[in-house]
């Protein structure tokens, strides 16, 4: 069965964690402070926080901003747990309907939704293709509101020639199994701010002023303080090792998902059945996934399932979902396109027979009988 994603791995992932492990020091350490600086310098901001997932990232952002009995203007088009963070802060998720091409928050629908209640926006940077951030960045400036990017599909993505995650206050990513950057789990927030990087530091380790790494190169100093009340949610060096890894070839890993998605493209555009995904003029996209649209999917996907061929639907929008229905407003292009929603096979190692495959499937689904 061809699987919808896979991580890639060339040995030198092994390397890293085998250094790690002889070393001794297993935790947070040397090298989460290699990744985090060589991480920040890559997107371009002055701070980045290595964390244990996008979920605790996405949490700490809005923490930062105290969204507490807010409104945060947000996307129903995304993995929950976009929207779950806003809850865990006591804020109020304002769903914003989406573009029907790229799937994105729809810019041109926002400011309506602002009001004086209105704290933040979050924008998730569906399958790592850019939202509209000029647009975005105005109504932002115009209404004195923070932008947080989800950048959880995003890694290596670009809009204008800036990367994505250093255009917000807050850049937030994924390191999942299957994302352009994976460490199997993590996550790094980016920002420029130095206060929201002082208290992220503290509040990532329960909210310890020192961290036992930082200690134990002080001859194992034992004190510490404690100012507020954190989580548990700091990387460890075994993880970073396998996203210093990953980082030494996500240039390359991205631009082979750029090239499956050429070939996709090329060979699905004739097809009157299908749409293909648009990249804009101001994006440059890290190709996280491929999603086509489509009318009658379900057979579509039971018919490439009968050729083992796995598919996905990305996402179900989550207003819909039963926990979310205090906040449900009709948004009527969502609730239309995500029916027809169909994503296909794309990761690094994806063979050239298997491409084939699915390209031939599908073109043998459409064709007349």
């Given at each position: 069965?061809?699987?919808?994603?896979?991580?890639?791995?060339?040995?030198?992932?092994?390397?890293?964690?085998?250094?790690?492990?002889?070393?001794?020091?297993?935790?947070?350490?040397?090298?989460?402070?290699?990744?985090?600086?060589?991480?920040?310098?890559?997107?371009?901001?002055?701070?980045?926080?290595?964390?244990?997932?996008?979920t605790a990232a996405l949490d700490l952002a809005f923490k930062?901003?105290?969204?507490?009995?807010?409104?945060?203007?947000?996307?129903?088009?995304?993995?929950?747990?976009?929207?779950?963070?806003?809850?865990?802060?006591?804020?109020?998720?304002?769903?914003?309907?989406?573009?029907?091409?790229?799937?994105?928050?729809?810019?041109?629908?926002?400011?309506?939704?602002?009001?004086?209640?209105?704290?933040?926006?979050?924008?998730?940077?569906?399958?790592?293709?850019?939202?509209?951030?000029?647009?975005?960045?105005?109504?932002?400036?115009?209404?004195?509101?923070?932008?947080?990017?989800?950048?959880?599909?995003?890694?290596?993505?670009?809009?204008?020639?800036?990367?994505?995650?250093?255009?917000?206050?807050?850049?937030?990513?994924?390191?999942?199994?299957?994302?352009?950057?994976?460490?199997?789990?993590?996550?790094?927030?980016?920002?420029?701010?130095?206060?929201?990087?002082?208290?992220?530091?503290?509040?990532?380790?329960?909210?310890?002023?020192?961290?036992?790494?930082?200690?134990?190169?002080?001859?194992?100093?034992?004190?510490?303080?404690?100012?507020?009340?954190?989580?548990?949610?700091?990387?460890?060096?075994?993880?970073?090792?396998?996203?210093?890894?990953?980082?030494?070839?996500?240039?390359?890993?991205?631009?082979?998902?750029?090239?499956?998605?050429?070939?996709?493209?090329?060979?699905?555009?004739?097809?009157?059945?299908?749409?293909?995904?648009?990249?804009?003029?101001?994006?440059?996209?890290?190709?996280?996934?491929?999603?086509?649209?489509?009318?009658?999917?379900?057979?579509?996907?039971?018919?490439?399932?009968?050729?083992?061929?796995?598919?996905?639907?990305?996402?179900?929008?989550?207003?819909?979902?039963?926990?979310?229905?205090?906040?449900?407003?009709?948004?009527?292009?969502?609730?239309?396109?995500?029916?027809?929603?169909?994503?296909?096979?794309?990761?690094?190692?994806?063979?050239?027979?298997?491409?084939?495959?699915?390209?031939?499937?599908?073109?043998?689904?459409?064709?007349?009988?």
């Amino acid at each position: 069965m061809i699987p919808v994603f896979r991580p890639f791995s060339d040995g030198k992932e092994i390397e890293y964690l085998k250094a790690v492990l002889d070393s001794g020091w297993w935790g947070m350490g040397s090298r989460t402070r290699e990744f985090e600086e060589k991480f920040a310098a890559y997107i371009g901001r002055k701070y980045a926080i290595g964390l244990n997932s996008a979920t605790a990232a996405l949490d700490l952002a809005f923490k930062c901003i105290d969204i507490r009995n807010r409104e945060v203007i947000t996307t129903p088009m995304t993995f929950v747990s976009t929207n779950h963070a806003i809850l865990y802060n006591q804020g109020i998720p304002v769903f914003c309907d989406i573009e029907p091409d790229t799937l994105n928050i729809d810019a041109s629908r926002i400011e309506a939704l602002v009001t004086e209640r209105t704290k933040a926006i979050i924008v998730v940077h569906y399958g790592g293709y850019a939202c509209a951030m000029d647009e975005i960045m105005s109504i932002a400036d115009k209404y004195n509101l923070y932008v947080v990017e989800d950048c959880a599909h995003a890694c290596g993505g670009e809009y204008r020639g800036r990367k994505l995650g250093s255009i917000g206050q807050a850049g937030c990513f994924s390191f999942q199994a299957v994302k352009n950057l994976s460490t199997g789990d993590g996550g790094m927030l980016v920002t420029d701010d130095p206060e929201w990087y002082d208290f992220l530091q503290k509040y990532r380790w329960v909210g310890i002023t020192k961290d036992t790494f930082s200690r134990d190169k002080d001859g194992y100093d034992w004190f510490y303080d404690v100012v507020n009340l954190g989580h548990k949610f700091h990387m460890n060096d075994i993880t970073a090792a396998i996203g210093l890894a990953q980082f030494e070839k996500l240039a390359w890993m991205n631009r082979r998902r750029q090239e499956l998605t050429m070939k996709y493209n090329n060979a699905l555009r004739e097809l009157k059945q299908v749409e293909i995904p648009p990249v804009k003029s101001y994006m440059r996209p890290s190709y996280h996934n491929y999603v086509i649209k489509t009318e009658g999917r379900e057979d579509l996907r039971t018919y490439l399932r009968e050729r083992d061929i796995s598919t996905g639907v990305h996402y179900y929008p989550n207003h819909l979902y039963e926990m979310y229905k205090p906040y449900y407003r009709r948004l009527e292009v969502v609730e239309t396109i995500w029916k027809k929603l169909v994503t296909l096979p794309l990761f690094p190692d994806l063979k050239e027979q298997e491409q084939d495959l699915i390209i031939n499937s599908i073109k043998d689904f459409f064709a007349p009988h």
